[in-house]
T-cell receptor, first 112, second 113 residues
Framework: RKEVEQDPGPFNVPEGATVAFNCTYSNSASQSFFWYRQDCRKEPKLLMSVYSSGNEDGRFTAQLNRASQYISLLIRDSKLSDSATYLCVVNIPGGSQGNLIFGKGTKLSVKP | DAGVTQSPTHLIKTRGQQVTLRCSPKSGHDTVSWYQQALGQGPQFIFQYYEEEERQRGNFPDRFSGHQFPNYSSELNVNALLLGDSALYLC????????????FGPGTRLTVT
């Protein structure tokens, strides 16, 4: 089983739609959780950290369920500029694969 | 405030050659991590440098080596290049230990022919 699993998509949605991405992780020692955004042929950029209590940043809401080892990202009122690949990332201090374990990413395409 | 910078942007090498990639961390950051991202995959951790020493290493062969300088900048060296080494090589910087939030540079796209 992969350490971090995501639905690869693509998710094709119209502008204004609400879209949700899910991610599961296998290592219960994971301590920190993030969503990164990566535009085509660009570097990943930190979108938001994910906290146990859930957190919101404008149109973006992230949730963490430690018991189910599940992370989600909700994007409301999608914009064309939201089109990108969204990477679910887990931090496992001292893990054999390094601090940050990345999922393969979920591709989002927002259409006019 | 300069972000993470990497050089070169693109590189084409032939099998068997050696390559050196460079990274300057974000101002105030002291930890540098290197990742390899193949097409359609998430970044894979290569190694991490802190206080000029390799602190952690991923599942990459010894052909991949690195160095961190006193000014926190870093190099990634790959010897005896293989076709499968073609990828985007990303450098990420962070501060302190444990290194939670990492900020990525634009990457070096390496093509091995």
């Amino acid at each position: 089983r992969k350490e971090v699993e995501q639905d690869p998509g693509p998710f094709n949605v119209p502008e204004g739609a609400t879209v949700a991405f899910n991610c599961t992780y296998s290592n219960s020692a994971s301590q920190s959780f993030f969503w990164y955004r990566q535009d085509c042929r660009k570097e990943p950029k930190l979108l938001m950290s994910v906290y146990s209590s859930g957190n919101e940043d404008g149109r973006f809401t992230a949730q963490l369920n430690r018991a189910s080892q599940y992370i989600s990202l909700l994007i409301r009122d999608s914009k064309l500029s939201d089109s990108a690949t969204y990477l679910c990332v887990v931090n496992i201090p001292g893990g054999s694969q390094g601090n940050l374990i990345f999922g393969k990413g979920t591709k989002l395409s927002v259409k006019p | 405030d300069a972000g993470v910078t990497q050089s070169p942007t693109h590189l084409i090498k032939t099998r068997g050659q050696q390559v050196t990639l460079r990274c300057s961390p974000k101002s105030g950051h002291d930890t540098v991590s290197w990742y390899q991202q193949a097409l359609g995959q998430g970044p894979q951790f290569i190694f991490q440098y802190y206080e000029e020493e390799e602190r952690q290493r991923g599942n990459f062969p010894d052909r991949f080596s690195g160095h961190q300088f006193p000014n926190y900048s870093s190099e990634l060296n790959v010897n005896a290049l293989l076709l499968g080494d073609s990828a985007l090589y990303l450098c990420a910087s962070s501060f302190g230990e444990p290194s939670y939030e990492q900020y990525f540079g634009p990457g070096t796209r390496l093509t091995v022919t």
